[in-house]
């Protein structure tokens, strides 16, 4: 069965830091990974996907990722935060007609 | 233009009470989800349909039904409301089962 391990519940950053949030998953296939952002009281928004090609991946809002089969991991960056960034992150995994499995998020905080 | 869309966004209502959540998406999107978000932020997906047929249905009570009565509306009928049904509920839409999904604002679902 596919699973998402997100091993940070919460993480605390400074503005203008660097930021790294884990995640790890498990898929029998090929996987399709996505990193998801909530922002409190609101929907989910798509940041970034991995589908195939270039591991390392770009999405929106200056964050990218990066897809590690061997460590079956695909960690999400951000050279610098802002204060804007605070949320709960999701990251999630599927495969071709396959159901879309979540983490459990990663709060970030920012303080400045 | 609101590409998924839910109403109500909040619902309060009490145990043993009937209700439905409404979801339109204007994507031209064939499949669509509902997910559960609980008090902890698991997201977990109860049902998936593709061009109105149901090809998820996640271990969800009887008391929860979806319909589909075409493939931009996604409804969700929930009887005899329980506590436990407290949560806020999703709906989401994709082209296709793993291709990324575009989430609504979310229902929240508080029962008295």
């Known amino acids: 069965a596919q699973s998402v391990t997100q091993p940070d519940i919460h993480i605390t950053v400074s503005e203008g830091a660097s930021l790294e949030l884990r995640c790890n998953y498990s898929y029998g296939a090929t996987p399709y990974l996505f990193w998801y952002v909530q922002s409190p009281g609101q929907g989910l928004q798509l940041l970034l996907k991995y589908f195939s090609g270039d591991t390392l991946v770009q999405g929106i809002k200056g964050f990218e990722a990066e897809f590690k089969r061997s460590q079956s991991s695909f960690n999400l960056r951000k050279p610098s935060v802002h204060w804007s960034d605070a949320a709960e992150y999701f990251c999630a995994v599927t495969g071709t007609a396959s159901k879309l499995t979540f983490g459990t998020g990663t709060r970030l905080q920012v303080t400045l | 233009d609101t590409a998924v869309s839910q109403t109500p966004k909040y619902l309060v209502t009490q145990m043993g009470n009937d209700k439905s959540i409404k979801c339109e998406q204007n994507l031209g999107h064939d499949t669509m989800y509902w997910y559960k978000q609980d008090s902890k932020k698991f997201l977990k997906i109860m049902f998936s349909?593709?061009?109105?047929?149901?090809?998820i249905n996640e271990t969800v009570p009887n008391r929860f039904s979806p319909k589909s009565p075409d493939k931009a509306h996604l409804n969700l009928h929930i009887n005899s409301l329980e506590l436990g049904d407290s949560a806020v509920y999703f709906c989401?839409?994709?082209?296709?089962?793993?291709?990324?999904?575009?989430f609504g604002p979310g229902t929240r679902l508080t029962v008295t």
């Open positions: 349909y593709n061009n109105k047929e149901l090809i």
């Open positions: 989401a839409s994709s082209q296709d089962l793993g291709d990324e999904q575009y």
